[in-house]
């Protein structure tokens, strides 16, 4: 089965600074997912990607797929401590098998 | 709000009993997932439904089931319920299920007693 490996698991930064988040994959991905959480609550949809070298964009963060479909990264450009919580990658196995998994997340704490 | 509504939002129950949860995707959304999320396992894949079928299934236990009705809306049943049940549960919901986007419920938060 498929398995994502995020890093790092944990990440603390100062405000203003950026930061990056890995999300490999042990198989190629056909459908790469990134999600923010709060503590105990809902996932929140961030993007999705699909096609090796796609990038998108929303507000201050940056995902990217890289062209083999095996890694994608998640940027964010001058965070803020609203940019804290567990951000999640998650991906759909390729075939027959739509299981939507995901990594074991990266928790971001931002300090003012 | 995702638009995917799960109820009830907290749930307090004794072992060896029995609890359903809800789920009602978004207004045309075709398939449900379920997730588990516990501090040691992460968020586990459960179950997938499109359109009332299975399509997918996970690291589901015997003692769970779960279903998608005519009206789409979902039902994860969980008995025999043991401590280890306690957790998140979440349901999300996609348009197809496969490659698009899929949008989460404020889960529900099961303790066993």
């Known amino acids: 089965s498929q398995e994502l490996e995020q890093s790092p698991q944990s990440l603390i930064v100062q405000e203003g600074k950026n930061l990056t988040i890995n999300c490999t994959s042990s198989k190629t991905l056909y459908g790469l997912y990134w999600y923010k959480q709060k503590y105990g609550e809902g996932l929140i949809f961030l993007m999705m990607?699909?096609?090796?070298?796609e990038e998108k964009s929303h507000e201050k963060i940056t995902a990217k797929l890289d062209e083999k479909k095996q890694q994608s990264s998640l940027h964010i450009t001058a965070s803020q401590p609203s940019h804290a919580g567990i951000y999640l990658c998650g991906a759909v196995s390729g075939g027959s098998n739509y299981k939507l998994t995901f990594g074991k997340g990266t928790l971001l704490t931002v300090n003012p | 709000d995702s638009g995917v509504t799960q109820t009830p939002k907290h749930l307090i129950t004794a072992t060896g009993q029995r609890v359903t949860l809800r789920c009602s995707p978004r207004?045309?959304?075709?398939?449900v997932y379920w997730y588990q999320q516990s501090l040691d396992q992460g968020l586990q894949f459960l179950i997938q439904?499109?359109?009332?079928?299975?399509?997918a299934k996970g690291n589901i236990l015997e003692r769970f089931s779960a279903q998608q009705f005519p009206d789409l809306h979902s039902e994860l049943n969980l008995s025999s319920l043991e401590l280890g049940d306690s957790a998140l549960y979440f349901c999300a919901s996609s348009v197809t299920g496969m490659n698009t986007e899929a949008f989460f419920g404020q889960g529900t938060r099961l303790t066993v007693v």
């Open positions: 207004s045309g959304d075709l398939s």
């Open positions: 439904y499109y359109n009332g079928e299975e399509r």
């Open positions: 990607l699909q096609k090796g070298g």
